[in-house]
């Protein structure tokens, strides 16, 4: 029987990670604006669907500047 809290909280992952990945294909790299608030969330999210890690590289008011090395480097592809 699934898991109902493992279907929300893999939904608003998918939510989530769907912000900051590449609209072309998710495997490439991230590299996208976010609400700094937003950021562990996305880290967190990144991490699970890529393996790669989320870091800040810019910020401008309550916003920051996140990238990743994205799925295909993360697994060596």
Do not use: H
């Not at 294909?25 to 991490?47: G, T, Y």
């Not at 790669?52 to 480097?73: D, N």
């Amino acid at each position: 029987m699934p898991d109902p809290d493992y279907e929300i909280n893999q939904a608003k992952r998918t939510e989530i990670f769907n912000q900051v990945a590449n609209k072309a294909n998710w495997k490439l790299p991230v590299a996208a604006w976010i609400e700094a608030d937003q950021f562990n969330a996305c880290r967190q999210a990144v991490i699970f669907f890529t393996g790669s890690e989320l870091k800040i590289t810019k910020t401008r008011g309550g916003q920051v500047f996140v990238e990743a090395a994205g799925y295909y480097q993360a697994v060596g592809a």
